[in-house]
């Protein structure tokens, strides 16, 4: 069974690992049929090892953006209760801008309260979470469209937002009615965490009926899960065994449960889940890996799943409808200066200036 094409994404090895183990998966899936690198926004390892190493959202796709030319990076998802909602705009637009266009930004209300609690950030009522989520849209959505200068009651007023390339595509973890609604009128998709087929259609028809009323075209729909994929049982143990001794467990107990919440198994095994799943309204997939799978599994799991792939989507345009590298600067000054010519003139004007 061949399942349809997919966009695959794919989580960095961002809890336990290293910084150069994340440049490595990095460097390598650019080259790849892999869409979209991934990181989470966590301060801790949101498993139970909370002292794993942690390379925070921002930062890490900030020194991401320059190592990679053509996969586009995103977050699944931002808390909008970590930051200044006017800040987290900024802190994305200048990112979407040093990696030409490439961010896709995933936005939710915030579901792990230990780490809320560590961190000290306010958790706050399930209502009160999805207020704060509604105006982080409305501020990311203001700064974005009038980045000259945008004003939103109570918060921003006449605030410029420069540099800038564009809006960056806008995901919702949404669960219920409420924000799968929400996602239809003002979002480009949903993403659903560990969620099976069946739920994971319903939750897309309240988005697509949404989008519908909205007047807006079909939601892309992105499913988020663990993912291992090995010709046999013995690869799959091997590569587990360093989680399952830190967890002080079993590889053979680890796997087991890991069956039971992600996509585990043979390619062909799990090309037929992605099957199952993308019948359900599933257009895209992140695979998170379990930490300390060696590296070079990335490119195994990567060439495991290249039947399924997606044609890569275009590099999204910029504001002014040409890619951020194709515009008048680039073309004259730009590769000039490539060419080894920055001492010398690249144009002169009429005025011989």
Known sequence: MTAPAMRIGIHVPQYGGTWDDIRAVAEYLDRSAVDTLWVNDHLQAPGRIKSDPT????????ALAPLTRRVNLGIAVLSAA?????MAAKMASVLDVISGGRLIVGVGTGSDRPEHATYGFPFGTARERTDRLRVTLEVMN??????????VANILDDAPNLPQSGRP?????????VLLTLAGRVADGIIAAWTPPAELGARARIAHESALAA?????????????LIAPSTGELHSWVTPQAQR??????RYLRWLRTTGLVGTPDEVRQQLAAYAAAGATDVILALPERV???????????LAPVFEAPAASRPTAHGVRADANLVHLLVGRHRAAGAGARPAVIDAHGE
Request: hydrophobic share 45%; glycine share 8%.
């Open 215 to 227: 007047g807006r075209p079909r939601l892309r729909v992105r499913l988020y899960s663990f993912g």
């Open 247 to 252: 967890l002080g467990t079993t590889s053979a």
């Open 82 to 86: 970590y930051r200044p909602l006017q």
């Open 55 to 62: 390379f925070d959202a921002f930062t890490t796709l900030s």
């Open 294 to 304: 060696p590296v070079d599994v990335f490119a195994a799991i990567a060439d495991a």
């Open 142 to 151: 203001a700064m974005w469209e009038h980045p000259d200068g945008a004003s």
């Open 169 to 177: 595509p806008v995901w919702l973890a949404a669960h219920g009615p």
